[in-house]
Structures are given as structure tokens and as C-alpha cells.
């Protein structure tokens, strides 16, 4: 009887969530709802328009994962959210970054693990070692991929080729790769740097913020930081060309990722990044969550779309 109450709460909060656009307190949000790709499930877009923004001006464009977490507390599950266009809308005002719109790409629910866990790191496994990630639980006993395969070569095809022509062809964007960004956090945030590995022809710079290594949540005979290591020493986008950032907190889960990203560091300044293009931050006493994320934000901002 408990089990149901919850899941009835839980039906109506996601409810609420879902059909209540976010308030914002600078710029406006235009909704592409229940948007349909022949490759991913359907999912709402959220676009954040900054304060004045003019048809007859030109924008670089930021897409972001989880976009139901990134404007506005009311709406999110954990009552928590990036607050993107307050640190947006401040760094436009002091002229530290571009004109830019944020295209928050909603995460498909049960189907989010699959679509961002990186698929060519992933298929390198032995099958053997992909089952056993498919049987990985949550800390509770909950499903981590929820019966739903990696799929995330498919939503970067969905980016790429169905929702970027999309905003290019009805907003005033700027095309190219030096105006065109990604960013997001923990599964997110390995999404974002398989992105730009993928797609360096599409993407200038990747924002990485506690980028979730381990996949899964445990290390213990865990394959995956291996796998994505691997993959990085072939697959980093030329530094000539590209900007890619790294953070992580110390508490709660963050706390996993130091020693990889140590690793990951190695690769990076042996694939010839430098300060110039590349940035790893540790961020003491911090925790996995958008409060956390959101104190950290302008960092990347700056360093991505900065003037």
C-alpha cells in the first residue's frame, strides 16, 4: 500500500513537472514539446532566450542535457536546478561571454542512462562485462539501465542531425563549430565529452561537470573507466580547435572520480591540450547535485563562450 502512494505522489509530481513550463528570471523559454526523432523517444526542448533577444542578431548556441533540471526549482524532481539564466544573464550583462540560447534537452526518463552512456567505450567490452553492467543497481536495488540498451551514438545522431538543423533553421544562430557547445553533468557530463569526440566537426567546446567515470555506482571490478580511457587516447578532438572542461566536488558521489580523472588528465596533456584549451577543477566540500553545479557554472561559461 506504501509502495503505491508513492508512485501515485511520484505520477503526480512528474505530472506537474512536466506540463509546467519553467519560470525564469531573465529571458524567456520557448517549448518544443514531445519533440520526434526517428532515433531516440520522443522528449520535450527547452530554450532559453536571453533578456532582448533580437531576430536580427546572430547567437552562439549551448545545448545542454537534463534540460527539465536546468531553469527552475518549482519543476524539478529534487526541487534543485542549474538556474542557467540567472549565470547566464549575469555574464551577458558584465560582457564576459557571447550572445548565446541554451537548447535544454530534457532527458528521456528511464531511457537517460542508455542514451548517455558513451556506446563506442561501452562495445569495446566483452559481453560478458556489458551484461554484468546491464545488472548494475542503483545504491537502494533500483535498475540502473532499467532494461534499455546504450543507445547514445543514436541521441548524438538526434543532436546532430534532427534538433540542431531544427534551431538553426528557426532561430538566428551562428552554424559554426567555434559557436556550438555542450554541457552537462555526472552521465551528463560523459556525454557531453563523448559529443565532441564524435562530433568535432559539430562542436567547439564541451563543458564536463562531474563527469560520471565509474558509469555505474561502484569501481569495484568495474571495466568502464579503462574502457572510456582507452577510447580517449584515439578519439580527443584536435586542441587546435577545441575547448574541454572538467570538474568535480569531494562529497557524496563525486568522490569516486579524482583518481580517474587524474588519469584522464594524463591522456589529455598527452594528446597536446593545454591551459589554453582545457581545464580540470577540483571543488572541495562540493556534492553531486545542480546546487553545487550552479555555484560552479560561470567557470565553463567563461571558458567556453567567452568575448
Request: net charge positive; glycine share 6%; hydrophobic share 35%.
Amino acid at each position: 500500500m506504501k509502495r503505491s502512494v508513492l508512485s501515485l505522489l511520484f505520477s503526480m509530481v512528474s505530472f506537474f513537472c512536466i506540463s509546467q513550463l519553467p519560470v525564469v528570471s531573465s529571458g524567456s523559454i520557448a517549448r518544443l514539446e514531445n519533440f520526434q526523432s526517428k532515433y531516440i523517444t520522443p522528449r520535450n526542448i527547452d530554450i532559453w532566450l536571453p533578456e532582448g533577444y533580437n531576430a536580427a542578431k546572430k547567437y552562439s548556441v549551448l545545448y545542454m542535457h537534463d534540460g527539465q533540471m536546468l531553469y527552475d526549482t518549482a519543476t524539478t524532481w529534487n526541487r534543485q536546478s542549474w538556474d542557467v539564466d540567472d549565470v547566464l544573464a549575469k555574464l551577458m550583462k558584465e560582457k564576459k561571454i557571447r550572445n548565446v540560447i541554451v537548447v535544454g534537452v530534457w532527458n528521456g526518463g528511464n531511457t537517460r542512462h542508455g542514451d548517455y552512456f558513451p556506446q563506442k567505450p561501452f562495445e569495446s567490452l566483452t559481453t560478458m562485462q556489458q551484461d554484468s553492467l546491464y545488472l548494475s543497481e542503483r545504491p537502494g536495488g533500483a535498475s540502473i539501465f532499467n532494461n534499455v540498451k546504450v543507445n547514445s551514438d543514436n541521441y548524438l545522431k538526434f543532436i546532430v542531425s534532427e534538433l540542431k538543423p531544427y534551431i538553426d533553421k528557426n532561430y538566428p544562430t551562428r552554424k559554426d563549430r567555434a559557436d556550438t557547445f555542450i554541457a552537462g553533468s555526472s552521465m551528463g557530463g560523459l556525454i557531453s565529452l563523448y559529443a565532441i569526440c564524435e562530433y568535432p566537426k559539430v562542436f567547439g567546446g564541451a563543458a564536463c561537470l562531474s563527469t560520471h567515470w565509474p558509469g555505474i555506482f561502484t569501481l569495484e571490478n568495474n571495466p568502464t573507466p579503462a574502457a572510456f580511457i582507452k577510447y580517449l587516447k584515439t578519439h580527443l578532438p584536435d586542441p587546435a580547435s577545441h575547448r574541454i572542461y572538467f570538474d568535480y566536488g569531494t562529497e557524496t558521489l563525486d568522490a569516486m572520480y579524482p583518481a580517474i580523472q587524474k588519469e584522464v588528465d594524463t591522456v589529455m596533456k598527452s594528446s597536446g591540450f593545454t591551459s589554453k584549451n582545457w581545464i580540470t577543477r577540483e571543488f572541495k566540500g562540493e556534492t553531486h547535485s545542480e546546487k553545487s553545479w550552479n555555484k560552479r557554472l560561470m567557470i565553463p561559461m567563461i571558458f567556453l563562450l567567452g568575448r
